[in-house]
């Protein structure tokens, strides 16, 4: 079906790619991983359909996840993995799509330039370039507009940005690498250490959503986890309770809470009484750990409360920017 012009919101996460066009709203949530052949260079799989082959590809095929640390590690494969999101999204149309894509807090004038140009050829007539917190926070229904300060932890796959936000723009800021890939990583080197056992990209990330724990549980929980024992070498399955996931997260979520008492302590006064007052907002996929907002509110003495549908915040936040597109032109990084 053809159309005159969709003008687009992208979450280019390092986890997962979310797709919003304007009227319609969230229309894409897939994986942001690639499968390629190596021989021929032809693209095979991408999104939820490439995921499922992640570590267990045959030689000559490689799933890839084009995105590190928040920002764009193998641009071609990025162009094309963007291309293949859009032309899903909304099919065939007449103008280009002006587009506005998400980035963490933390980026270099090289890495948006590359985000900019990877839209661009995946088929953007504009990019506009939005950070991930002020998205985050117009996503969660924050009225950003105000002179109140409101402070926002977006956690994602690759990055966690911490912001102070007021008056429509950042005071402080702090973009940590440490998210939901670094506590996947913190699992594998746990059950290698303490079970003797590898266990593949995967099963560390199930792992981190059934029984990942940031605080001590009420009632613990368990799953079985399957893996190749390291010593003989064979399959082997043994039972991994919350309270193992507590121990294995908890220098990784440390350095989390870390850096949100780095930016409490850069934080004007008047602002820090207004986050007092109104607490902390979270959002992003890695803020549904249990237990993760009870320890941050622990550490700081401020209230911290888990966005509605956090994982969408960022998505929606730079789906409504799209309202605003002519007016924010001269603010919005382009």
Same mark, same amino acid.
């Not at 932890?153 to 429509?168: E, H, N, P």
């Not at 368990?222 to 220098?251: F, H, Q, W, Y």
């Given at each position: 079906?053809?159309?005159?012009?969709?003008?687009?919101g992208?979450?280019?996460?390092?986890?997962?790619?979310?797709?919003?066009?304007?009227?319609?709203?969230?229309?894409?949530?897939?994986p942001?991983?690639?499968a390629?052949?190596?021989?021929?260079?032809?693209?095979?799989?991408?999104?939820?359909?490439?995921?499922?082959?992640?570590g267990?590809?045959?030689?000559n095929?490689?799933?890839?996840?084009?995105l590190?640390?928040?920002?764009?590690?193998?641009?071609?494969?990025?162009?094309?993995?963007?291309?293949?999101?859009i032309?899903?999204?909304?099919?065939?149309?007449l103008?280009?799509?002006?587009?506005?894509v998400?980035v963490?807090?933390?980026?270099?004038?090289?890495?948006?330039r590359?985000?900019?140009?990877?839209s661009?050829?995946?088929?953007?007539?504009?990019?506009?370039?939005?950070?991930?917190?002020?998205?985050?926070?117009?996503?969660?229904?924050?009225?950003?507009t105000q002179p109140?300060g409101?402070?926002?932890?977006?956690?994602?796959?690759?990055?966690?940005?911490? #912001?102070? $936000?007021?008056?429509?723009?950042?005071?402080? /800021? %702090?973009?940590i690498k440490?998210?939901?890939?670094?506590? =996947?990583? !913190?699992?594998?080197?746990?059950?290698?250490?303490?079970?003797?056992?590898?266990?593949?990209?995967?099963?560390?990330?199930?792992?981190?959503?059934?029984i990942?724990?940031?605080?001590?549980?009420t009632?613990e929980?368990?799953?079985?986890?399957?893996?190749?024992?390291?010593?003989?070498?064979?399959?082997?399955?043994?039972?991994?309770?919350?309270?193992?996931?507590?121990?294995?997260?908890?220098?990784?979520?440390?350095?989390?809470?870390?850096?949100?008492?780095?930016?409490?302590?850069?934080?004007?006064?008047?602002?820090?009484?207004?986050?007092?007052?109104k607490?902390?907002?979270?959002?992003?996929?890695t #803020?549904? $750990?249990?237990?993760?907002d009870?320890?941050? /509110? %622990?550490?700081?003495?401020i209230?911290v409360?888990?966005? =509605?549908? !956090?994982?969408?915040?960022?998505?929606?936040?730079?789906?409504?920017?799209?309202?605003?597109?002519?007016?924010?032109?001269?603010?919005?990084?382009?």
């Amino acid at each position: 079906m053809f159309s005159l012009r969709a003008d687009m919101g992208i979450d280019l996460g390092t986890a997962s790619v979310l797709v919003y066009v304007k009227g319609k709203g969230i229309v894409l949530q897939e994986p942001s991983v690639v499968a390629i052949d190596k021989n021929t260079d032809r693209l095979l799989a991408v999104g939820e359909e490439a995921r499922k082959m992640l570590g267990r590809t045959p030689g000559n095929i490689v799933a890839i996840r084009p995105l590190k640390d928040g920002v764009i590690s193998d641009y071609q494969i990025t162009e094309r993995m963007l291309k293949y999101f859009i032309n899903k999204a909304i099919g065939k149309f007449l103008f280009k799509p002006r587009m506005i894509v998400c980035v963490p807090s933390g980026v270099t004038g090289v890495e948006k330039r590359a985000a900019i140009e990877a839209s661009n050829e995946a088929g953007a007539k504009k990019t506009y370039l939005i950070e991930e917190p002020i998205a985050a926070a117009i996503g969660a229904g924050i009225d950003i507009t105000q002179p109140d300060g409101n402070m926002v932890i977006d956690m994602g796959g690759g990055t966690t940005d911490i #912001a102070v $936000i007021s008056l429509g723009g950042i005071v402080v /800021s %702090e973009s940590i690498k440490t998210a939901g890939d670094k506590l =996947d990583e !913190a699992i594998v080197r746990y059950m290698r250490k303490e079970h003797n056992m590898m266990i593949g990209e995967r099963t560390a990330e199930e792992m981190k959503i059934k029984i990942g724990t940031a605080y001590p549980r009420t009632q613990e929980v368990s799953m079985e986890v399957r893996g190749r024992n390291l010593v003989s070498g064979l399959p082997k399955t043994i039972k991994v309770t919350s309270e193992e996931m507590l121990d294995a997260l908890e220098e990784t979520i440390y350095s989390i809470t870390d850096a949100v008492h780095a930016v409490l302590e850069k934080t004007p006064p008047e602002l820090a009484s207004d986050i007092s007052d109104k607490g902390i907002i979270m959002t992003g996929g890695t #803020a549904l $750990i249990y237990g993760l907002d009870k320890l941050i /509110s %622990e550490k700081t003495g401020i209230p911290v409360y888990l966005a =509605d549908d !956090a994982i969408s915040c960022v998505a929606k936040g730079t789906g409504k920017s799209l309202d605003w597109m002519e007016a924010l032109e001269d603010q919005m990084m382009t």
